[in-house]
């Protein structure tokens, strides 16, 4: 915690909601924890009726003050980068808003769908795919239109997944969070329900006994966690890992590779060696969505290979995350890979080690 919130006691920090009511909204307010740059100043004013500007003091006390590229600063207040709008960016890169069965349910692969239950988050990530509709509490879906949804996911039973997303799902009141929970537990086809959230790296304060008494109502619960840099993976967000594991949450991260974050190597296996200590299981890591203002984020689809490569064999199997494309156009997420099939003949394979060799392998 830097010394500018020392005066806070420590059951204030602890509260989430005081952690909510006291967030970093303007520039103004940001500078009184981390001296802001003339570059920041100007991008707080440009984006301010864009994409709404919004940290936690405890997500704010991760930023190193002196550090112009503190990973975690990058995330979370704007540049002025944001003001460029790349002609391949959209407002809707993945078309969510086409293939909605009913409003606020987008159903894209046969069986399973994503439910949009808010649209606030207790830190709005200054990458995010969704800021078209993040952040602006007019869009909000209403309590008809999720009830409308899941009525229509009652009648389809070829759905057995359903994901909640948003915005931050932890948004809500617990008693909605049990509503919900409990209206989707009741539906026979649906097998398993995952929740993505970002509170464990940007309000660990949420996840609190409550909460997981809730979570512990409703297996199997998937957590869907959104940490980027080692860095996030504090002691507090220890404890929130170790409440979700306790009441039987299944936790997996889905990180976004970020220029200047998380793009190199080293960054990512400190990423994966933390979050396996948390007991969450690095499960992807996105190439950044073509979303409005997000190219000065977006690393090109070598260097993301190219970090994967060097990853593999320098660290466990467990710490690898997936390399995801969420295609343009709501064609879907594939897989890229480095690529170890170096030649495939009728009766034998050729496969590259993870050190380079040529290793001949029959073919049965
Ligand atoms: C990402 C996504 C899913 C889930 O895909 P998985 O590959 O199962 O993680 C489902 N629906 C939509 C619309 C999505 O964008
Ligand atoms: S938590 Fe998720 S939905 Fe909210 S701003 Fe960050 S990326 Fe967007």
């Given at each position: 915690m830097t010394h500018l919130f020392a005066h806070v006691s420590p059951s204030d920090w602890a509260d989430w909601r005081w952690q909510l009511r006291h967030r970093l909204r303007t520039a103004d307010a940001l500078e009184q924890i981390v001296p802001l740059t003339d570059d920041e100043r100007r991008a707080c004013a440009i984006t301010a009726d864009r994409f709404r500007l919004g940290v936690t003091p405890y997500y704010a006390s991760l930023i190193d003050p002196d550090d112009p590229a503190c990973p975690i600063r990058r995330q979370a207040i704007p540049t002025s980068a944001e003001a460029l709008i790349h002609p391949d960016e959209r407002a809707d890169p993945l078309s969510e808003e086409r293939d909605m069965p009913v409003p606020g349910l987008t159903r894209r692969y046969p069986d399973r769908v994503l439910l949009y239950t808010t649209h606030t988050c207790a830190v709005y990530c200054r990458h995010c795919t969704r800021r078209r509709k993040v952040s602006d509490p007019g869009s909000a879906p209403p309590r008809q239109h999720l009830d409308a949804a899941i009525d229509w996911i009652a009648e389809h039973p070829e759905i057995r997944d359903v994901i909640l997303s948003g915005g931050d799902p932890l948004s809500l009141p617990d008693r909605t969070l049990d509503r919900l929970l409990g209206r989707l537990a009741a539906i026979p086809h649906v097998q398993i329900v995952r929740i993505g959230t970002r509170n464990p790296t940007s309000?660990?304060?949420?996840?609190?006994p409550e909460l997981c008494e809730i979570f512990r109502k409703y297996p199997p619960l998937y957590l869907m966690t959104h940490f980027n840099h080692e860095r996030e993976c504090t002691p507090q967000a220890a404890q929130a890992a170790t409440r979700l594991a306790e009441a039987g949450c299944v936790m997996a991260n889905q990180a976004v590779l970020l220029r200047g974050v998380n793009d190199s190597p080293e960054a990512q296996i400190a990423l994966s060696h933390a979050l396996l200590a948390m007991r969450i299981r690095p499960y992807r890591l996105y190439q950044c969505d073509l979303s409005e203002g997000t190219s000065h984020f977006r690393t090109s689809l070598r260097r993301g290979i190219e970090i994967l490569d060097a990853m593999r064999g320098r660290?466990?199997?467990?710490s690898m995350p997936e390399l995801i494309v969420d295609l343009p156009d709501g064609h879907g997420k594939v897989p890229i890979h480095p690529g170890h099939v170096v030649e495939r003949a009728a009766d034998h394979w050729v496969l590259r080690s993870y050190q380079g060799e040529r290793v001949v392998v029959p073919e049965v």
């Open positions: 309000l660990p304060q949420r996840i609190t660290t466990s199997g467990l």
